[in-house]
Structure formats: structure tokens, C-alpha cells
């Protein structure tokens, strides 16, 4: 059984607002903010990685958590943005931390990576294999991002939130659903860097390592799998949305946001929202988002809360977590 015992969040300090982007490709803040919610995002320096911004979250779990780097067993560290495709960037995270003893790995999925990430972390000690776990959804998606594409580079910024776990007598994860469907991964990719498309002068040409999205088809989807993960895992833990104190869905857009609140019957008020402040950070929203929730004193002893996610895989999930 496990528990988390504390939280951190990270954000570079530059900021994007939705004017300058009026400067940088044809649109406008008012076509951004109509139609997604978000007002300005965090962009990194150049040079720094994924393991940077999630070593900045990761001091102030471990702060929060009152356990040293060298306590943790094992590193998880959620990103579609690593410092290399290998190492992992949980490796780097480890050098960066001291963290001497722990096992290190990374989990891909997307926008759903910090929700995939947290089961795991979950599981491995509900299983009896570790004690302390640290989970990060870290991103650097101004990388992967096209400039000069108006209908992607509006929505993405770059952070990373941290969470520490640890064994306890009481489960605080009381139930998660995770999904999925490959048959959809066009929708949503970055097609070159890969075994597929190396990287070449031709992937570089055709823009190949940005990505790509079929935002409207996404839309559908996004709210009917969220709709369904929550659902799923609510049932999962013999609860039903009466129960939940606050609802955190992935902040791709406030659009998709209320649709998911709406057909859930949960009324806005329930429901945390910081898309405004930082666009879509894929991995790192959620967990900023459950971060920020905790410090604004949205989640208290007993809150049940409820992690909502989907991205590119595609991939869904939903972890119910009755707070300790
Ligand atoms: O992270 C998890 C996965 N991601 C998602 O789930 C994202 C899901 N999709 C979305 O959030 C929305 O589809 C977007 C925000 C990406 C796009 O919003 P939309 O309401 O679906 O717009 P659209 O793509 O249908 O475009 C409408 C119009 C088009 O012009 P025409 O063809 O109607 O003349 C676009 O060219 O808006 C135009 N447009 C823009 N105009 C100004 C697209 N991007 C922009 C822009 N500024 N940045």
C-alpha cells in the first residue's frame, strides 16, 4: 500500500503570452483564448532538458516528502521530451540528485505519462519490491515544437511536477484505469528521430522531429476516453462522482475540459483548471496540476481526488486517490 508524501512543481521563467505569438505566426490572443483557454505558457532556455526542470520539481518534493535523494529506490520519470533518447532521462534525474541507489526509468505516454507513471510507482510498492518512489512528468515541448505552425505552436509549454510515494498501512490509490489504442498514433505524433525515420537531412527538411496533430478528430476523442477513464476508475472503486472532491483532467484545452466536467455532471467548481498560466505541458500538466491544487488548499485529509488524462498513442488513464 502506498502514499504520496509530497509534491513539487517547476516551470522555467521566461513566459510566452499569447501576444508575442501574435508576432511570431498569424494569430491572434483572442482566437487562442476563445478557443482554448490558454494565455501564456513557460519556455525553456536552450540547452536545458527534461531531467533539468523535473531535478528543480523533484528538491521540492523531497523537501515537502522530508526524505533525502538518497532514500529513493526507484525514479520514474514520464516524458515524450527526454534529454536523449538514451539514457533515460530518470538516469540523468538520478546523477542530478544523488539519488545513488535508485533503479531509473522512463514511461512514454504522452500526455496520460504522469498518470501511466503514477500507477506504476504505485504498483511497484504495492507489490513489495520498493519503499520510496519518486514520479515526474517532465517536458520540454518548445523542442518538438514547430514555430512556425500556427495550429500547434499556440498550445504547447514546458514545466515538470514531482511527486514522492512511500509504503504505508492505508492505500491512498484506491483505484486506476489505464487505456489505449495504437491504431490512432497519426493523430498525434512526432514521426522523425526514431527507428522509423532516423534523423537525416530529409526528416530535418520535412520537419519530421515536430509534432503533428489532428487537433479536430482529437477533440472527439480526447472528451469521450476521459469521460470513460474517469468513469471507469470511479466504478473501479465502488464510487460514483458524488464522491469526487476535485476532478484534474490533462490541460489540453478548457474546451475539452468543461465538455468532460459537463457530461460527468461535476460542476466547475469541482474541477482544477490551470491552462491559462502554462498551455499544454503533455506529462508535466497533470502533475504541475496536482501540485498547484495541493498548495492552493483544494486537496485536504480524505479529499477524494481524481487524475484524468489522454495524448498521443493514443493513450488514456484515470487514478482515484483518497488524499492521506
Ligand atoms: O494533449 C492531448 C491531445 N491534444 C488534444 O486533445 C487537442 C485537441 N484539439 C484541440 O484542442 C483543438 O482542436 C485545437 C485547439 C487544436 C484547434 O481548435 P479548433 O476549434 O478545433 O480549430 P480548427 O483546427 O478547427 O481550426 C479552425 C480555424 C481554421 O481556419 P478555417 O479553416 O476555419 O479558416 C484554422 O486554420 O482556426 C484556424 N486556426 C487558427 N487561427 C488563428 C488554427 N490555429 C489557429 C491559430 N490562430 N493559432
Same mark, same amino acid.
Request: proline residues 2%; hydrophobic residues 40%; charged residues 20%.
Given at each position: 500500500?502506498?502514499?504520496?508524501?509530497?509534491l513539487?512543481?517547476?516551470v522555467?521563467?521566461?513566459?510566452l503570452?499569447?501576444?508575442d505569438?501574435?508576432?511570431?505566426?498569424?494569430?491572434?490572443?483572442?482566437?487562442?483564448?476563445?478557443r482554448? %483557454?490558454i494565455?501564456?505558457?513557460?519556455?525553456?532556455h536552450k540547452?536545458?532538458?527534461?531531467?533539468?526542470l523535473?531535478?528543480?520539481?523533484?528538491?521540492?518534493?523531497?523537501?515537502?516528502?522530508?526524505?533525502?535523494?538518497?532514500?529513493i529506490?526507484?525514479?520514474?520519470?514520464?516524458?515524450i521530451?527526454?534529454?536523449?533518447?538514451?539514457?533515460?532521462?530518470?538516469?540523468?534525474l538520478?546523477s542530478?540528485?544523488?539519488?545513488?541507489?535508485?533503479a531509473?526509468?522512463d514511461?512514454?505516454a504522452?500526455?496520460? %505519462?504522469?498518470?501511466?507513471?503514477?500507477t506504476?510507482?504505485?504498483?511497484?510498492i504495492?507489490?513489495g519490491?520498493?519503499?520510496?518512489?519518486?514520479?515526474?512528468?517532465?517536458?520540454?515541448?518548445?523542442?518538438?515544437?514547430?514555430?512556425?505552425d500556427?495550429?500547434?505552436c499556440?498550445?504547447?509549454?514546458?514545466?515538470?511536477?514531482?511527486a514522492v510515494?512511500?509504503?504505508?498501512?492505508?492505500?491512498?490509490?484506491l483505484?486506476?484505469?489505464?487505456?489505449? +489504442?495504437g491504431?490512432?498514433?497519426?493523430?498525434?505524433i512526432?514521426?522523425?528521430g526514431?527507428?522509423r525515420?532516423?534523423?537525416s537531412?530529409?526528416?530535418?527538411?520535412?520537419?519530421?522531429?515536430?509534432?503533428?496533430?489532428? %487537433?479536430?478528430?482529437?477533440?472527439?476523442?480526447?472528451v469521450?476516453?476521459?469521460?470513460?477513464?474517469?468513469k471507469?476508475?470511479?466504478?473501479?472503486?465502488?464510487?460514483?462522482?458524488?464522491?469526487? +472532491?476535485?476532478?484534474?483532467?490533462?490541460q489540453?484545452?478548457?474546451?475539452?475540459?468543461?465538455?468532460?466536467?459537463?457530461?460527468?455532471?461535476l460542476?466547475?467548481?469541482?474541477?482544477?483548471?490551470?491552462?491559462?498560466?502554462?498551455?499544454?505541458?503533455?506529462s508535466?500538466?497533470?502533475?504541475?496540476?496536482?501540485?498547484e491544487?495541493?498548495?492552493?488548499g483544494?486537496?485536504?485529509k480524505d479529499?477524494?481526488v481524481?487524475? +484524468?488524462?489522454?495524448?498521443?498513442?493514443?493513450?488514456?488513464?484515470?487514478?482515484?486517490i483518497?488524499? %492521506?
Open positions: 500500500m502506498a502514499k504520496i508524501i509530497g513539487g512543481k517547476y522555467p521563467e521566461k513566459v503570452t499569447n501576444f505569438l501574435e508576432k511570431i505566426v498569424d494569430t491572434s490572443d483572442e482566437w487562442i483564448t476563445t482554448t %483557454g494565455k501564456e505558457r513557460h519556455i525553456a540547452g536545458v532538458g527534461a531531467s533539468h523535473a531535478y528543480e520539481a523533484s528538491k521540492i518534493a523531497f523537501k515537502r516528502a522530508g526524505l533525502h535523494a538518497g532514500d529506490d526507484l525514479i520514474i520519470v514520464a516524458t521530451t527526454p534529454d536523449t533518447s538514451f539514457p533515460s532521462t530518470a538516469c540523468y538520478q542530478l540528485l544523488k539519488a545513488n541507489k535508485a531509473c526509468f514511461v512514454s504522452a500526455c496520460a %505519462g504522469f498518470v501511466y507513471a503514477l506504476t510507482g504505485w504498483q511497484f504495492k507489490s519490491l520498493y519503499k520510496n518512489v519518486l514520479v515526474v512528468g517532465s517536458e520540454v515541448l518548445s523542442t518538438i515544437t514547430d514555430w512556425s500556427r495550429s500547434t499556440v498550445l504547447f509549454g514546458d514545466g515538470a511536477g514531482a510515494l512511500t509504503k504505508s498501512n492505508k492505500d491512498n490509490f483505484s486506476a484505469y489505464l487505456g489505449g +489504442d491504431n490512432e498514433a497519426e493523430l498525434l512526432v514521426p522523425g526514431g527507428s525515420h532516423p534523423a537531412e530529409e526528416t530535418v527538411k520535412n520537419k519530421l522531429h515536430f509534432i503533428k496533430m489532428r %487537433g479536430n478528430e482529437l477533440f472527439r476523442i480526447a469521450r476516453v476521459m469521460v470513460k477513464a474517469a471507469s476508475a470511479l466504478a473501479k472503486a465502488e464510487l460514483g462522482i458524488e464522491d469526487v +472532491d476535485l476532478l484534474i483532467p490533462h489540453a484545452n478548457d474546451r475539452i475540459i468543461s465538455a468532460v466536467a459537463e457530461r460527468l455532471n460542476p466547475r467548481e469541482k474541477v482544477y483548471v490551470n491552462i491559462t498560466r502554462y498551455g499544454n505541458m503533455s508535466a500538466s497533470s502533475a504541475v496540476a496536482l501540485c491544487a495541493y498548495e492552493e483544494k486537496i485536504k479529499s477524494v481524481v487524475l +484524468d488524462a489522454f495524448g498521443g498513442g493514443l493513450v488514456w488513464g484515470s487514478i482515484v483518497k488524499w %492521506g
